[in-house]
């Protein structure tokens, strides 16, 4: 190796030594320190932190005055989508039970009784009653002849009254009426029973619940004819219609069956 190549392998051999050692005692420099007062810019990109949020007490709730009475009865006006608004509802007026007479008012009879004959039977507005047009009005209880509105009734078992008006004009056309005033269900079931099993009252005969007569008591009419007794008497009852098989009023001779009247209603147990 010649002297010169010799040289310039030492000198890069001290320089590369020289570049090591500058690499490990050159200080680090130090971050430099933010003093306290400077000011920080906002960072845009920042999630803000979520602080909880106070519980307020909710107000204590201010109670709803009543409405006046002139307010409820701004409420109750009709309108179109409530028609029945405003209007005050039917109080409908208990009827007071009649009293039913006693038994020395409207006694029993001993069988089928004649009566005395009404002089008028003619026909009267069914706007008014006996009272209105008759002084006194009818002279037995029920009635057996006498004035009467023009229409009569159908034929049936009632538990509810039919006014004697009406069914006068029945007795008329040689009809039986069959007037109870029975409390006991077994009773009105029975005189039920008696008046199917008589083949010509589906025809000829009218049942209706009466309050004219005393409690417990079945009272029979035909024109002109009377029989009144207590309880249900099966016997007596049929004997009645054959006896006066509707051939006693002044019109018919052979009488009108009451199936040509006028429906009052359905014909209902009782």
């Not at 001993?110 to 069914?126: A, K, L, Q, Y």
């Not at 159908?154 to 069959?178: A, K, R, S, T, W």
């Amino acid at each position: 190796m010649s002297a010169s190549t010799l040289r310039v392998l030492t000198l890069v051999l001290l320089g590369l030594t020289l570049v090591g050692c500058g690499a490990q005692t050159d200080p680090v420099p130090a971050t430099p320190t933010i003093p306290a007062t400077a000011a920080v810019a906002d960072d845009p990109t920042a999630t803000a932190e979520i602080l909880p949020t106070a519980t307020v007490a909710p107000a204590a709730a201010t109670p709803t005055p009543a409405p006046t009475t002139a307010a409820r009865a701004a409420l109750a006006t009709a309108t179109p989508e409530n028609p029945s608004a405003g209007a005050t509802p039917p109080m409908p007026s208990p009827s007071p039970a009649p009293s039913a007479p006693s038994l020395s008012e409207v006694p029993v009879t001993n069988g089928p009784v004649r009566t005395t004959i009404m002089e008028s039977r003619d026909h009267f507005s069914v706007q008014l009653g006996i009272q209105d047009v008759e002084t006194g009005g009818y002279n037995t209880v029920p009635p057996t002849s006498g004035m009467h509105w023009s229409a009569w009734s159908d034929c049936g078992f009632y538990n509810y009254p039919l006014p004697d008006e009406l069914l006068v004009h029945n007795l008329e056309h040689g009809n039986i009426i069959v007037s109870y005033n029975l409390t006991d269900e077994a009773q009105i079931s029975a005189l039920r029973d008696v008046i199917d099993a008589i083949p010509f009252a589906a025809e000829y005969a009218v049942v209706r619940r009466y309050h004219g007569i005393p409690e417990g008591m079945v009272a029979m009419t035909t024109w002109g004819v009377l029989d009144r007794m207590l309880g249900v008497d099966s016997e007596r009852i049929t004997r009645f219609f054959d006896e006066f098989p509707g051939n006693t009023g002044p019109e018919f001779p052979n009488g009108l069956p009451c199936t040509t009247g006028v429906q009052m209603t359905d014909s209902s147990g009782g």
